[in-house]
């Protein structure tokens, strides 16, 4: 089998150099956003806009998101220990799930306040809603530079731009509705802008909730086919079978396999799991891999996988 040292972890200094700059970048992106979510706050407040209101609140949800993001970082690089032999790889995981929820409560928040607003429409000063949303528009235009290059990489970094990009399009509607309130003065386009705003943060939550549950649950991860790797194995020269196979991620960059196979029993053990390994790393890109080679089937291997 593979050896594993539970105890030390080999990290590469660019894969350092990579997670530092990462937490750099979120923490100015944090830092950008509690500020002018105070602002916007205000401003939606003096000026009456519920769109802007709104926006406030989803920055609040932009800067936990952020912060669980940059606790998740953290997290991922402690060393791993005999008791937490992953150690804490998955608190991306749990920190996408959070932000999802989050996401679903403030879009079900807005619909209940747009809703109120479309029956009595309450007066908007078009004027400090333009000027507050233009700015909203490119505090979130930075953040969204600052973090793509990383999204790839980690759950709750991705989680963080879908919080700042779905704003993003909420400053867009926010400037578009400050204009048609300025030229018609017609307020009712606030709280339907909110329903929009509403809508995208609806589908970005119940994205991220979808893929951050079924990661919980150790569901095979969407980037690897569990049936190929099957019919990868069950191929495999001196394989005869497949007595057990689990695949699972730990985070977003790391997918693990554990399998119990049959071989043939003249087969040099050592020689085939080493060739084994090699072809499955190649192949799929695992992260770990702990496999077991014999040469008769336990009794509680299945006839068939």
């Given at each position: ?49 519920l769109a802007l209101l709104a926006d406030a609140g989803h920055m609040l949800s932009d800067a936990s998101a952020i912060l669980l993001a940059l606790g998740a970082v953290w997290l991922s690089r402690q060393e791993t220990t005999l008791r937490r032999t ?220």
């Amino acid at each position: 089998m593979q050896p594993h040292d539970p105890g030390h972890r080999h990290e590469n200094p660019a894969a350092a150099r990579n997670v530092g700059e990462q937490q750099r970048r979120l923490g100015l992106i944090l830092l950008l956003t509690l500020t002018f979510m105070v602002v916007e706050a205000a401003g939606g407040v003096i000026s009456g806009s519920l769109a802007l209101l709104a926006d406030a609140g989803h920055m609040l949800s932009d800067a936990s998101a952020i912060l669980l993001a940059l606790g998740a970082v953290w997290l991922s690089r402690q060393e791993t220990t005999l008791r937490r032999t992953f150690g804490f790889r998955r608190a991306e995981f749990l920190a996408a799930f959070v932000n999802a929820i989050a996401l679903v409560a403030l879009a079900v928040w807005i619909v209940f306040e747009a809703v109120e607003r479309m029956a009595a429409p309450r007066p908007v000063l078009g004027g400090l809603m333009l000027a507050v949303a233009t700015a909203g528009l490119v505090v979130n235009l930075v953040g969204i530079l600052l973090l793509r290059r990383h999204a790839a990489s980690s759950l709750s970094i991705k989680s963080a731009l879908w919080h700042l990009s779905g704003d993003l399009l909420g400053s867009i509607g926010a400037v578009s509705a400050a204009v048609v309130i300025q030229l018609t003065g017609w307020t009712r386009i606030d709280p339907l802008l909110s329903l929009a705003i509403a809508a995208l943060i609806g589908a970005a939550g119940g994205r991220i909730l979808y893929d951050s549950a079924n990661l919980l649950m150790d569901r095979v991860p969407k980037e690897i086919d569990a049936e190929e790797v099957r019919r990868f194995l069950t191929a495999y020269p001196d394989v005869q079978q497949i007595c057990d196979l689990h695949i699972w991620g730990v985070s977003s960059s790391e997918t693990m396999l554990t399998a119990h196979l049959v071989v043939q029993p003249q087969v040099d053990r050592d020689a085939l799991l080493h060739r084994l390994l090699a072809a499955l790393q190649q192949r799929f890109e695992l992260a770990h891999m702990t496999v077991q080679l014999e040469s008769q089937p336990h009794a509680s291997c299945p006839e068939a996988w």
